[in-house]
């Protein structure tokens, strides 16, 4: 079992597409307010109801291409035509301060920031089994047959790169996922921040 890192350390996040990251750390910030979860970056316009610096930063694409050019992201991508990244500033800001930062991204992402900030501690969350994220996947309801199996595909490559990651998290029951993400952060799930 690997020890938790300091406080005010990077942890970045990742795992498939229906493993449940989103519902772990939004569970673990309504228990504990320590931890700071890093808000990305992206050139697409807001949607109904999205608020600048909470929901993303919204840069022109000028503004995005400017920062890459002076290292102003941990990681960054071009997706659908838009770029996203998470922003560096922020990002080390919080930790100066001594809080835990948490980076929900994707495996891409990860390796990047594996060689932007390599002090940085990775951790991959896994479904029970190949067939439970197939069944979560399907239960939500919200993609078609081929969106479906191409989330599976990129799932499965996903997963291969378990080795990459400083631990694993298996997201079989919500709450002891929890319980074991806050002690991942070096934070008490349900209470203070740990000594």
Same mark, same amino acid.
């Given at each position: 079992m690997p020890a938790p890192p300091c406080p005010g350390r990077l942890m970045v996040i990742t795992g498939p597409s229906g493993v449940g990251k989103g519902t772990l750390v $939004? &569970?673990?910030?309504?228990?504990?307010? &320590?931890p700071w979860l890093s808000v990305s970056a992206t050139t697409r316009s807001p949607r109904a109801g999205?608020? !600048?610096g909470q929901h993303y930063f919204f840069l022109t694409r000028t503004d995005f291409e400017q &920062?890459?050019?002076t290292e102003g992201f941990l990681e960054w991508a071009a997706f659908a035509g838009n770029l996203y990244g998470t922003p560096r500033g922020p990002v080390e800001e919080? %930790?100066?301060? #001594? =809080?835990p930062v948490l980076l929900e991204i994707e495996l891409e992402g990860a390796r990047q920031v594996r060689r932007t900030f390599p002090e940085a501690f990775q951790l991959l969350i896994k479904p029970p089994s190949f067939?439970? %994220?197939e069944r979560r996947i399907r239960g939500r309801g919200t993609d078609g047959e081929e969106a479906i199996q191409k989330r599976l595909a990129r799932a &499965?490559?996903?997963l291969e790169a378990e080795a990459e990651f400083d631990a694993v998290l298996v997201n079989? !029951? %919500?709450? /002891? /996922? +929890? $319980?074991e993400? $806050? =002690? %991942? +952060? #070096? +934070? !008490?799930a349900a209470g203070p921040p740990a000594p």
């Open positions: $939004a &569970r673990l910030l309504q228990r504990h307010p &320590r999205e608020i !600048d &920062r890459i050019s919080q %930790l100066a301060q #001594g =809080r067939g439970e %994220l &499965r490559v996903e079989a !029951d %919500l709450e /002891a /996922a +929890v $319980a993400l $806050a =002690r %991942l +952060v #070096g +934070v !008490d």
